[in-house]
Each structure stands twice: as structure tokens, then as C-alpha cells.
């Protein structure tokens, strides 16, 4: 058969770099989205439609693939990796990749550390060649940041002096590219984490540095966290309590976590915060 990587959240920040990595590899693409319309894809990359809640369009999507990327939004009672395994085996996809998240499993991490166990669950039990992608928390998340720094604003700090290995989204799609089509991975679970633990504090100083104008924090109560987190990000109660739980978590310093995966993989070092400012420096600066 030939080869068919099938992207789910192709529209995405990891899913559409992920398409873009597999583009410029040569490899068949078939992205999946809502809606395909809206869809911005390179040349060659089939778009169809597809929803979860959907059936038939998650057969059609799967069918003739033999490698697909799982990205399903986390948030408590989620099954759309069990929907897509589901569909995957039917169709006899070979190798699935899924993305989950640093501390899965941890009962300390709270609600959230059990958000993707069942999809885990799943890929490790679908008989399939899998993988299990597990990142930290994303530079991409300080762009929430943007409106406020361009205002000369405090950002807010919902983890205190908690560190985290925060990793470049654009590491975590090209690990999920080498992953998807290359061997040596299969039954493997990866932490993925940039080259250094980092606070919130420690991120708007590198931020300030490539700006060069300060980048002030404010620290925020769990009452003030758990209204950003509904405000700002969209989450519903359940979701906001999962992750205000999750930042109790940064706050005690369990996500302090650095790995080598990132190297082993891509064979180079994983970009570090300031490189990921650096490059996204527009989206901060004033007009």
C-alpha cells in the first residue's frame, strides 16, 4: 500500500507545522478538519472533513492510511482518540502517533494528569506500531501574553517561581514528523522539553531581553487564575479546575522536568525560549 499520513487538528499550531514537515518531505498527506474551506495547506496535502462525533467521516478519513498523528482536545471525559483508534484499526492503519502531555498518569499533577490516559490506553492496546508523545508546556502559550506587553502591562503569572521545561512547538511537530516516518520508535514514550527549566518570571526576562523594554509579571490568586482561565483561554469550569490543579502543580515545582529527548530524536539540541521570543518577536512589539 502506499504510504498515507493521516494529521488530525491539521489546522492547528503542532498539526499544521506537522503538515508543513511532512510536505517538505515528500510524504502523502491527508489532513483532517472541520472544515476544509477554511483550511490553508501546501500544495499536495488532501483536506477532508472530518468531527468525532461524526462516524462516518472518521472511516472515511482513515481509509488507506497507514500512519496517523492523534490529536484530540484535552479536557476531562475526552474520547477522541478512542473514536479515532477505533476507526484506525478497522482500517488497518499501521502505526499510530499520539500526543498526550507531560505527567500523564501522575496523580499529583490532578485532574489533568488523567485527561489523556484512556487515549494512551488506546493506542498501546490497538495493536498498531504507536508512539506517545508527551510535551511540556509550550512557548506558544505566552502569546496570550501579547496584548499586554504591547500595552507595557504585567503578563500574567499563574505558577509563582515554578519551572517548566517548555518546549518550541516547532521541535514537538518535527520530532512528530520523524516519528510518523522513520523506524526506531515504536513502543517508545517521549518527554518532550526544551534544553532548560523555566518560570514564568525567567520567560518575560528573556522576552524583555529581545524586546529591550521590560516585560513585568503579575502573580495571580487561584480565584484570579481560574477567571483567566475562562476569560482568556475559553476553558469551561471542569477544564479550568483540571488545569488550576495542574499549575498548583508548576507552582511546587513538579514540572521542573528536562529531558534528552529532543536531541535523540532530531539529533540536534531543542530550541530554548529566548530563540522561540526571538523568532516571534513581531507578535510583541508595537506598531
Known amino acids: 500500500m502506499e504510504s498515507m499520513i493521516l494529521v488530525t487538528g491539521a ?9 508543513r514537515h511532512l510536505a517538505a518531505r515528500g510524504e502523502k498527506v491527508r489532513a483532517l478538519t472541520r472544515d476544509p ?9 488532501e483536506v477532508v472533513r472530518g468531527d468525532y462525533l ?4 472518521v472511516r472515511d478519513a482513515t481509509a488507506k492510511v497507514t500512519a496517523a498523528f492523534l490529536l484530540g482536545a484535552p479536557g476531562p471525559g475526552a474520547r477522541h482518540d478512542e473514536v479515532l483508534v477505533a476507526a484506525a484499526r478497522r482500517a488497518g492503519v499501521g502505526r499510530l502517533v499520539k500526543l498526550s502531555a507531560i505527567g500523564t498518569g501522575d ?5 489533568s494528569g488523567t485527561w489523556h490516559v484512556a487515549g494512551e490506553r488506546a493506542v498501546r492496546d490497538s495493536g498498531s506500531e504507536w508512539t506517545i508523545l508527551r510535551p511540556s508546556s509550550f512557548a506558544t502559550n505566552t502569546l496570550s501574553w501579547a496584548p499586554d506587553v504591547r500595552a507595557g502591562e504585567p503578563v500574567p503569572n499563574m505558577t509563582g517561581d515554578g519551572a517548566s521545561g517548555v518546549i518550541d512547538p516547532r521541535d514537538l511537530s518535527e520530532v512528530a514528523a520523524r516519528v510518523l516516518v522513520e523506524s526506531g520508535h515504536a513502543g517508545r514514550t517521549y518527554t518532550l522539553t526544551g534544553p532548560e527549566a523555566i518560570s514564568v518570571p525567567e520567560q518575560a526576562a528573556a522576552l524583555a531581553a529581545v524586546l529591550g523594554r521590560p516585560v513585568a509579571t503579575r502573580d495571580l490568586t487561584p480565584d484570579e487564575t481560574r477567571e483567566h482561565l475562562r476569560t482568556a483561554w475559553g ?20 514540572n521542573a522536568v528536562v529531558t534528552d529527548d529532543v536531541p535523540e530524536v532530531l539529533g540536534r539540541p531543542a530550541r530554548t525560549y529566548r530563540e522561540w521570543a526571538r523568532d516571534h518577536r513581531a507578535a510583541f512589539d508595537r506598531t
Open 235 to 254: 476553558f469551561d469550569d471542569a477544564q479550568a479546575a483540571g488545569i488550576l490543579a495542574g499549575t498548583a502543580f508548576v507552582r511546587r515545582g513538579g
Open 54 to 57: 461524526d462516524a462516518d467521516s
Open 11 to 19: 489546522t492547528g499550531t503542532i498539526g499544521s507545522e506537522l503538515v
Open 107 to 111: 496523580p499529583d499533577v490532578g485532574p
Open 37 to 45: 474551506a477554511k483550511a490553508r495547506m501546501p500544495s499536495g496535502v
